[in-house]
């Protein structure tokens, strides 16, 4: 085999494939389809992307769909939901005296982060 790999069954020959945490003897093109997969409805549910939306995303940034979810895209969507939170609180800090400036739902920040995503 190649590094660790079974070169004729595109398969670990012994322990974990920790950076992508596969685990001993699982295809390597299921567990990316099972990445895909859950990135995809993660994106649907989370950020309430459209079908539409997903095809624009895989067709501009194919790769989004390949990092581990757990490890890079939940992290990215926290944080931009917290940038998007701190933000929304200076706002009201510095109009605290007029009532001009309300707390957004949490579906309108929902909205904002999928439209980051997806441009």
């Known amino acids: 085999g190649y590094a660790g790999y079974n070169v004729n069954t ?3 020959v012994g322990g974990t494939d920790s950076a992508l945490g596969r685990e001993e003897g699982e295809d390597r093109q299921d567990g990316d389809n099972n990445n895909l997969l859950a990135v995809e409805e993660f994106l649907q549910q989370e950020l309430g992307i ?3 939306g997903i095809s624009k995303l895989k067709r501009n940034h194919p790769t ?3 990092l581990s979810l757990e490890e890079k895209v939940k992290p990215v969507i ?3 939901y917290s940038l998007l939170c701190m933000g929304q609180q200076k706002a009201k800090d ?3 005296e007029t009532s001009s400036v309300t ?3 949490s579906s309108k920040l929902k909205k904002k982060v999928a439209k980051i ?3």
């Open 10 to 12: 595109k398969r670990k």
């Open 50 to 52: 459209t079908s539409s």
């Open 64 to 66: 989004l769909f390949q």
């Open 78 to 80: 926290d944080y931009l």
């Open 94 to 96: 510095t109009a605290a």
């Open 103 to 105: 707390s957004q739902s």
């Open 117 to 119: 995503v997806t441009n």
